[in-house]
């Protein structure tokens, strides 16, 4: 592991040398494709060896061992005009039409993504970093595997890219409250960089005890991600988490009318942090019966999710507190959701949890489809003693959500859980943004610093959905 750690800290030197590198998000990229190369052609040599039939669909000339493996190969301009002018044509364009899988792949995540680095001799510097790993050992795949995850982290604080990330404490409670079980189809239909699919797929290991219920769990994992960024480091996550073949598509999960998916569309498990105060483009809210159409993709997204539920499936997902409440649309989604699905579960978290990308209360629920609720329960996570809100290096961990396990199982109401039956909900309009009866109404006393703050953030969030709302009416 030190190893690994020394590889990732010494590329993340080296790209902050580059002058075409400009924040986080495009680091994360630049290194996401290298690696996914590095790693589909570790993948090409290992199934040559086990098939003689098969064939890279990557062209020799460009896989990784012809241009980037000899330490002291190409470098400087040489390696920069290859790259650009090479490289990524080639395998933007490379030959789909088979429809070999694995071309596909190599097309999709080259299609969307860009090489910014500016120095051939950077770019040298890395690719010989990282030739220091060899995917096809097990406990190189697996050590770089954990250390892939703080890297997707940086996006957390990389501005607009801190949506394809959700805390992995989050994504691992979720999972882990779920359940799946061996032979469930498991869809995320906003998978960013893949935090639930991952959870879901080491959850799956410790149940299979064959090869085929491994091999299994590959075609059970579905993910759906419709921007280049995160589809890579999806594809990526899940291979360094020993899938072959991820099964991610590379779609906008709103693209399709919800009259299209049959009964062979739907799942079992649903995990999934849609994304909230964003406004739909294309018009895609046409895809949906006419008094559920809103522009708002958080709303749409459940009346998706609910759609695509099996009979019995179950469901554990991220919701802003503006999804719970509000009238016209955002009513009867909810009133659907009450009516179809047992709403059983729903826990408030810290407006904090998502900071520094979104500063918005968030919520977590848990729901069963096919039968409707009868009451909801609430349970109100509270910050760690001490601290008054979770940031860059004080991330929300996965042991403060030990007390809602024990609670889970035994439920009573207390201080920070509380029950609700479903015709106080129904008077109520249906709204669901229902505070702790036990807290007192806080008072705050901002500083003209923080005041300012708040401000700012509410400015910028004003100009990005100015700007989205313009966009859409182009």
Excluded at 157 to 165: D, L, N, T, V
Aim: aromatic share 10%; proline share 4%; with cysteine.
């Amino acid at each position: 592991m030190s190893n690994i750690s020394g590889v990732i800290s010494s590329i993340r030197q080296i790209m902050w040398q580059d002058n075409g590198l400009n924040g986080d998000a495009q680091r994360v990229e630049q290194l996401g494709w290298m690696l996914f190369l590095k790693i589909f052609c570790d993948k090409d040599k290992e199934l040559e060896v086990l098939n003689d039939d098969y064939v890279s669909p990557i062209p020799t000339e460009y896989q990784w061992d012809s241009w980037a493996a000899d330490d002291e190969g190409i470098t400087g301009d040489e390696l920069q005009e290859f790259v650009d002018r090479k490289l990524f044509p080639a395998l933007r364009n490379i030959d789909i039409s088979t429809a070999n899988k694995r071309a596909i792949l190599v097309h999709e995540v080259f299609d969307g993504n860009n090489n910014y680095m500016k120095s051939g001799i950077n770019i040298r510097k890395v690719l010989n970093k990282l030739n220091e790993i060899d995917f096809n050992k097990a406990k190189d795949r697996h050590a770089f595997g954990d250390m892939y995850e703080a890297i997707l982290k940086d996006l957390q604080s990389a501005g607009k890219s801190g949506e394809f990330y959700t805390p992995r404490a989050i994504t691992q409670f979720i999972t882990d409250i779920i359940n799946p079980q061996l032979g469930e189809k498991i869809l995320d239909p906003a998978c960013g960089t893949g935090g639930y699919l991952t959870s879901a797929i080491e959850h799956l290991k410790l149940q299979a005890n064959s090869v085929e219920e491994r091999n299994q769990i590959q075609n059970d994992i579905i993910g759906w991600e419709y921007k280049p960024l995160p589809y890579l480091l999806a594809t990526t996550n899940l291979i360094l988490h020993d899938i072959e073949l991820p099964n991610i598509t590379y779609r906008d999960s709103l693209d399709q009318p919800l009259s299209e998916y049959k009964e062979k569309d739907r799942v079992n498990i649903i995990l999934a942090n849609p994304p909230f105060g964003g406004i739909v483009a294309n018009n895609n809210e046409n895809n949906f019966p006419q008094n559920f159409r809103t522009k708002e993709s958080a709303d749409l997204f459940l009346i998706l999710m609910i759609h695509l539920l099996k009979q019995n499936g179950r469901a554990g997902i991220v919701l802003p507190d503006g999804s719970l409440t509000g009238e016209g649309v955002k009513q009867r989604v909810r009133q659907k959701l009450l009516e179809e699905c047992n709403l059983h579960t729903i826990v408030r978290l810290p407006n904090s949890v998502f900071q520094p990308y979104a500063t918005v209360a968030t919520n977590l629920l848990f729901f069963d489809k096919g039968t409707p609720t009868k009451e909801v329960w609430y349970y109100e996570h509270r910050l760690p003693e001490g601290q008054k809100s979770y940031s860059k290096t004080k991330t929300i961990q996965t042991k403060e959500f030990d007390p809602i396990k024990t609670w889970w199982t035994n439920r009573q109401e207390s201080d920070i859980a509380w029950k609700v039956d479903i015709q106080t909900i129904i008077d109520r309009n249906y709204d669901l943004d229902i505070k702790n009866p036990t807290k007192a109404e806080e008072s705050h006393n901002y500083s003209s610093a923080e005041l300012m703050e708040m401000l700012h953030q509410s400015f910028d969030k004003s100009n990005s959905l100015l700007a989205s709302l313009k966009e859409a009416v182009k």
